[in-house]
Each structure stands twice: as structure tokens, then as C-alpha cells.
């Protein structure tokens, strides 16, 4: 395995500072550095639902209007890429704030306005509960 990918719980993630509430995988990092390059730099919004399920869904950056209804996860910090932010909203963060979310990406048709849908690889969310020392090293905000 490559000395700058960690693995969790059997999920290879892009290494992080610490812990944090969403990472990323290589194959989504991949996704996402051909998604940049036809767009620019993009946010991702997690879906809480519906149509989509609960796919993250990933729109060019500033297109998804978040407000006091949504909480910023984090950031996914891709080498040469500008960071994208990762947003959640509140009533599913309350629901999900003791988890881990991974960001992957697998074969198949992405959801009709993410923008991954022509890429034949869609994102999809992976997740695990923190450890109680993730947990206590999470900033008291966020918590």
C-alpha cells in the first residue's frame, strides 16, 4: 500500500489532519481531480434522501446555496486541487454527528445534477462511528 493512503476499517482514505468528519478515497480523489478539471473547483452537498438517496451530491463551488439549515462537515483536501467543502444538513448531522463520513466513488450512473453523472463512476458515502478519542479531538462545536 502507498505510504501517503491510510486505511480505515478495511476503507483506503487520502491521509488527514487528524481526525476529521469527512475524508476522501483515491478512487473518488481521481473522480474528482477529472470533475475539477472540466469545471472548476466544486463543493459537495450530502444528500439527505429522496430521489438521490443518501448520495453525496457534488455541484460546482457556490451553486448549491447553503444556509442556518446545513452544517459544514469539513473540507476534502486532494493534493494540487483546491479544497472542496462538504456540507450536510442539520436535522441529518444530528442524526450522523458521531459518524465518519468517506467520501468513494464506484461504477455506475452518478445522480442526474451531480455532476459526476457522465464520468460512468457515481460518489458514494461510506461511514463509520468515531472512537471516543476521535470524538473527545473533535473541535466543542462540532461535536
Known amino acids: 500500500m502507498d505510504d501517503a493512503i491510510c486505511s480505515v476499517e478495511g476503507v483506503e482514505e487520502l491521509p488527514t489532519d487528524g481526525p476529521v468528519r ?3 478515497t483515491p478512487v473518488a480523489a481521481d473522480l ?3 470533475i475539477v478539471d472540466k469545471h472548476g473547483p466544486v463543493m459537495f452537498h450530502q444528500s439527505g434522501g429522496c ?3 443518501s448520495a453525496p451530491m457534488c455541484y460546482p463551488a ?3 446555496l447553503t444556509g442556518d439549515a446545513d452544517v459544514h462537515l469539513g473540507d476534502l483536501v486532494v493534493p494540487g486541487l483546491p479544497d472542496s467543502p462538504v456540507w450536510i444538513g442539520r436535522q441529518q448531522f444530528e442524526a450522523w454527528k458521531h459518524t465518519r463520513l468517506t467520501i468513494d466513488a464506484v461504477p455506475g450512473r452518478g445522480a442526474g445534477f451531480s455532476l459526476e453523472g457522465p464520468e460512468g463512476k457515481r ?3 461510506r461511514s463509520r462511528l468515531f472512537t471516543p478519542e476521535e470524538s473527545a479531538a473533535l473541535p466543542e462545536l462540532e461535536r
Request: hydrophobic share 45%.
Open 32 to 34: 474528482l481531480r477529472t
Open 62 to 64: 457556490g451553486e448549491f
Open 123 to 125: 460518489f458514494l458515502t
Open 51 to 53: 430521489c438521490d438517496g
Open 22 to 24: 469527512v475524508a476522501i
